[in-house]
Every structure is written in structure tokens, then in C-alpha cells.
């Protein structure tokens, strides 16, 4: 047991929030879901009986009894909202993407190192299982010198869903700041920024309740002709959808299907719950490559998804006071909005962007 222990107060209880952020929050040794901000409804305290539910972001701020705030709004507010908490005393965590502009992201940064306070982003995908699995093969070097990583994070929704999320009036709407964000973090936490990227970003469903980002490639050009591609469509109905291809001097590795984590918190497991995190053997990646003077041919296991490590590790950052411990930065999440707007600047002009 953590003798001292981290007071969170959470912005919105939607989906996000009810999801991820407090099933993990409330599994951590290291935090305490002390509030929660509902502006119309008490539904954050039928879950957690405990929680006082605050009726606005000043109330929040104001508790003496909060010291860590998780904000889970819509993207335009991401950046107020944090700004605030910090500069109220509190140390934040954004739900990603970070902020809509890469000026707001490093605002954010200038004001933590300003207040002392840790800012850290929500980028839980850097725990899925099989990017886990992807990073050990790349650092072990499995596949000798790497030439090609594929990234792809692919839906099928001919329709448009309710929510802010696929509203053409709504900042930092659509799937390049959604899913994109994930993509683009998962890349530069493993390569670090290219040297140049190409993108095309579109709208395929052209339906007409919604024309926001539906689909994009984005290609980051590395040293030594290494390329990265990101990919999102919402029309791959093909299943098992790709997750990974990987290309290397020594051999291949390809996965298919996503991280069963976020199903999983779907169905009311938390990460204590027997097989949480656990991939069944049926969805693991392949892999053809020589290593170690062998030809290996066959199934890899997935390494176990833990989204717990995110919060474990901020909650640790804080109770430290020690911004350098924090696994997801605020710089990185400066970097990946600066992708997504050199990604957009590629493709309303249709060529290759230098960084």
C-alpha cells in the first residue's frame, strides 16, 4: 500500500472518463478519485459513492483537497482548461491530443515549468500489447536494420456517430487529432522526429452530415531511407483489421487485430481482474526473420497491455516532485500536434514538409 496517495479530480464524465480514466485512476496505489465535474447530472457518484461532484471547473480548482486534475473534455478546451489548473496549483493531466495548435502545447509547457507543476498527456496506446510486443522486436533488433514500419488504427462506420467529435464546426475534430494522436505519439516515442514527412488527409465518406478528416496516410521519412506509415480509414471492414507490418534487412512481422484493453474496460474489468491485458493466442503477430543464426517462423506472444502503468507513473512524477520521471511529456505531445499540423500543411499542398 501507497502510505500517501495523490488526490484526483476528474473534468466530464463521458465516455472517456467512465472508460478509462476512473476505473484506472481508482486501481492505482498511488491516487485517489476524490471529485469529479458534472455539470447536469450526479452519474460519477452512483459509480463511486465517494466522490464529491463539483458543478463547474472553478469548484474543481478550488478544493483544497484536489492536487492532480484529469481533463477529459472536448479538444478546443483542453487548453484553457489546463492552463487554469495550473495556474490555480494543480498538476494536469489532458486527455489527448494535447491541445489543437502546437503554440497552445508549448504554452502549456512554459506554464508548467513556470508553476512547478506536472502536465503530462493521456496517451495510454503507448501500452497497448502490442505495440509493447513491436518496441521489444525493434530494440532487440529481430528484424535486423528496420526499412518499413506500418502503423494502421482502422474502423468501419459508413455513418455519421453522434458527438462533437464528427461536427464540422468542432476544433480538432475528426480522426487525425483522434486516432492520428495515437499513431503519432506510438511512432515518435519509438523513432523520435523525422526528418521530413508526406501526407494525405481526406474526407472518403463524403456524407452529408459531416465532412471531417475520415481518413489519412501519413508517411515520417527517417535517415537511410527508413519510412513510418500511419494509417486511418474509417471504411476497412475487411477483419481481422492490420494493426502492424514491420520490414526489416533480417525478416517481417505483421499483427493484426486491436489491444483488448479498451474492450475490456468496455465490459467492467479493471486492470486487477483476472486476464486483464491478456491477448488470446489466436490474435498474436507472426514473424519470418533470422535471428540469432536461426530462421524463426511463427507466432510471437503478445506482451500484456497494462494502461495502468500510465497513471502509476504520473501518479509517481507527482509524489516525487520530479517532472523528469514522467513517461508521457508535455514536449511529446508539443511534437505530435506539430506533426499533425505539418501533416495537414502536406497535404493542401501535396508534397514533402521538412521539420
Not at 491516487?31 to 450526479?42: G, K, Q, Y
Not at 492552463?83 to 491541445?99: D, I, L, N, R
Not at 513517461?327 to 505539418?342: F, S, W, Y
Request: proline letters at 3%; hydrophobic letters at 40%; charged letters at 25%.
Amino acid at each position: 500500500m501507497c502510505a500517501q496517495k495523490v488526490k484526483v479530480g476528474v473534468v466530464g464524465f463521458g465516455f472517456a472518463s467512465r472508460t478509462f480514466h476512473c476505473p484506472l485512476i481508482v486501481s492505482s496505489p498511488h491516487l485517489e478519485l476524490t471529485a469529479v465535474v458534472e455539470r447536469h447530472s450526479d452519474k460519477s457518484k452512483e459509480a463511486y459513492p465517494w466522490v464529491t461532484v463539483a458543478k463547474s471547473t472553478d469548484e474543481l480548482f478550488a478544493m483544497d483537497n484536489v492536487d492532480l486534475v484529469v481533463i477529459t473534455t472536448p479538444n478546443d478546451s483542453h487548453f484553457p482548461l489546463a492552463k487554469q489548473a495550473m495556474e490555480k496549483g494543480k498538476h494536469v493531466v489532458v486527455e489527448k491530443p494535447f491541445t489543437i495548435t502546437s503554440q497552445e502545447a508549448s504554452s502549456l509547457v512554459q506554464i508548467a515549468e513556470k508553476t512547478g507543476k506536472i502536465c503530462s498527456i493521456y496517451q495510454n496506446r503507448r501500452w497497448d500489447g502490442d505495440f509493447l510486443t513491436v518496441k521489444k522486436l525493434v530494440e532487440n533488433g529481430h528484424l535486423g536494420r528496420l526499412v518499413e514500419f506500418e502503423s494502421h488504427f482502422d474502423r468501419f462506420r459508413n455513418f455519421v456517430k453522434a458527438g462533437w467529435r464528427e461536427k464540422d464546426d468542432q476544433p480538432g475534430s475528426g480522426m487525425l487529432y483522434d486516432l492520428g494522436a495515437h499513431l503519432i505519439d506510438q511512432a515518435l516515442s519509438l523513432f523520435g522526429l523525422p526528418t521530413s514527412l508526406f501526407a494525405t488527409i481526406g474526407n472518403q465518406r463524403q456524407l452529408k452530415e459531416s465532412s471531417v478528416v475520415d481518413d489519412f496516410t501519413i508517411i515520417l521519412k527517417y535517415p537511410s531511407d527508413f519510412n513510418v506509415i500511419l494509417r486511418s480509414s474509417m471504411l476497412a471492414r475487411q477483419a481481422p483489421v492490420l494493426r502492424f507490418s514491420l520490414r526489416g534487412m533480417d525478416g517481417s512481422f505483421v499483427k493484426h487485430h486491436l489491444d483488448v484493453q479498451e474492450d475490456q474496460l468496455k465490459a467492467g474489468l479493471v486492470p486487477t481482474s483476472a486476464g486483464y491485458g491478456v491477448e488470446s493466442t489466436d490474435r498474436w503477430g507472426t514473424i519470418n526473420s533470422d535471428i540469432g543464426g536461426v530462421h524463426v517462423v511463427g507466432q510471437v506472444e503478445t506482451e500484456n497491455g497494462d494502461y495502468l502503468s500510465f497513471y502509476n507513473n504520473v501518479g509517481e512524477a507527482i509524489l516525487k516532485n520530479d517532472a523528469s520521471h514522467l513517461a508521457v511529456k508535455p514536449q511529446h505531445g508539443v511534437n505530435c500536434i506539430r506533426i499533425i499540423e505539418l501533416a495537414k500543411q502536406s497535404s493542401d499542398e501535396g508534397r514533402v514538409v521538412a521539420l
